[in-house]
């Protein structure tokens, strides 16, 4: 009696019902799992509640309701997936801009220190600001913007075209990008300004020496006849020094962790002194 009760209650599965059952049952298990892993959101229990809808609407026969839930299934597990956090911290990273490598700060020094020695023994000058932290938009004219990592063929085919001005400068960043060449100082200073005792100095370096004492941008100088170098820092003019060590002091300049800033009174006074000595 008992065995014709069990056929006739379940004689109507199959080992092939049976199968896919249990794999019908584990794949939802799977992804309940994987729902429960969201610590953020309770996807889960979101889950079990449109499941508990959904047959609630089957058993009291609520048929629209039913289709609806159904038919929205599909849409739903999507909705699921798509707002999971693992699957919103893989679209983050993919969706993420690429950021190109920096260079390290001894690599394009290097660089920059052997274009300007091979620019020398080919009798250019090359004139040089790096800006740090403090932006130089209002004191240098941008002329002709290129907004490229520095490597030894850009500043090689720069110097040595015919659009390269010596009388001009190269607008270089900390971080090894070169934004400008022939690029100039804003406002251009008067020469007449300038005092007596000061006319011994370039009238490039005086307009370095004015930027510098009052922003921590680092101006640069070569000399082709004597291949020194002329470094201006803080305010502070260094020349005649040989490229070893416009390359060190170039390094530890940029290698400090501390912002270095620029005397404002010394650019103020010294500006004042040239500006009384011509009114005199």
């Keep these: 009696m008992q065995h014709s009760l069990l056929l006739n209650t379940f004689g109507f599965f199959s080992w092939r019902d049976g199968i896919e059952i249990i794999l019908i049952s584990g794949m939802i298990y799977i992804f309940m799992l994987w729902l429960k892993k969201d610590i953020y959101k309770n996807l889960l229990g979101y889950f079990y509640s449109y499941c508990i809808l959904a047959f609630s609407a089957y058993c009291l026969q609520l048929s629209i309701i039913t289709y609806i839930m159904c038919a929205c299934w599909p849409a739903m597990l999507m909705v699921f997936i ?61 002329g ?21 001005s010596s009388e001009q400068m190269l607008w270089l960043t900390a971080e090894g990008t070169l934004l400008s060449i022939n690029a100039g100082w804003n406002p251009v200073l008067d020469e007449h300004w300038l005092a007596p005792e000061q006319s011994d100095m370039h009238i490039w370096e005086h307009h370095a020496v004015l930027v510098t004492a009052r922003n921590d941008a680092i101006a640069i100088r070569t000399n082709p006849k004597t291949q020194t170098y002329t470094v201006i820092v803080q305010g502070t003019i260094k020349t005649q020094i040989n490229a070893n060590t416009a390359l060190q002091y170039l390094a530890t300049y940029l290698h400090s962790t501390d912002q270095v800033k620029g005397n404002m009174n010394y650019a103020t006074n010294y500006k004042k002194s040239s500006i009384e000595q011509h009114n005199s």
Excluded: G
């Design 82 to 142: 798509m707002i999971h956090q693992i699957s919103l911290q893989k679209n983050f990273v993919a969706l993420r801009p690429y950021l190109p490598p920096q260079q390290a700060t001894s690599e394009w020094l290097n660089t920059l220190i052997r274009s300007s020695l091979l620019a020398m023994n080919n009798h250019k000058e090359v004139r040089c600001i790096i800006q740090r932290t403090d932006t130089l938009d209002p004191l240098v004219e941008l």
């Design 144 to 164: 002709v913007p290129v907004n490229a990592t520095i490597t030894h063929d850009l500043l090689s085919m720069l110097i040595d075209s015919s659009s390269y």
